[in-house]
């Protein structure tokens, strides 16, 4: 059997010789610390800089609560308030029968090009407010 003195391998049983697992241990600390203190930091910032700017387009956009909404403008009777009703051209189906000839032998069902194939469509008469604006003056 080879001894230290010997020149002995790793694999000879000697125990691996003087290593010092600190330094290593505290590298790895500290990259893993920087890893996810970047993580944290660029989460921060990209969640508060939606926020703002989500925050800056409702108030560009002129959206207010409810109670002025209904202050200032009448219900829609068409939709119920509810700003989207069903669909009027495939009547909630989702699809329609459509044939590119004019005597049909065969009929293809297509999506509803009005929904999308969504079964209800945004409400014309409120733009999907659920309420209308009345006139000034």
């Known amino acids: ?18 290593v010092n697992l600190s330094p290593l241990l505290r590298t790895l600390a500290k990259g893993a610390a920087v890893t996810l203190g970047g993580i944290f930091s660029i989460t921060m910032i990209s969640s508060t800089a939606i926020t703002l700017f ?14 002025m909404k209904k ?14 009703y069903i669909c009027k051209l495939c009547n909630g189906n989702g699809t329609i029968e459509w044939s590119p000839l004019y005597d049909p032998l065969f009929i293809n069902p297509c999506l509803c090009p009005t929904c999308d194939g969504h079964r209800i469509q945004r409400c014309l008469n409120c733009l999907g407010s659920g309420y209308i604006q009345q006139a000034k003056g």
């Open 1 to 18: 059997m080879a001894s230290a003195t010997d020149g002995g391998g790793a694999g000879d049983g000697s125990g691996g010789g003087n």
């Open 54 to 67: 989500t925050q800056h387009k409702k108030d560009k956009i002129g959206s207010s609560s409810s109670s």
């Open 71 to 84: 202050k200032n403008a009448r219900s829609c009777d068409v939709c119920r308030e509810k700003g989207f």
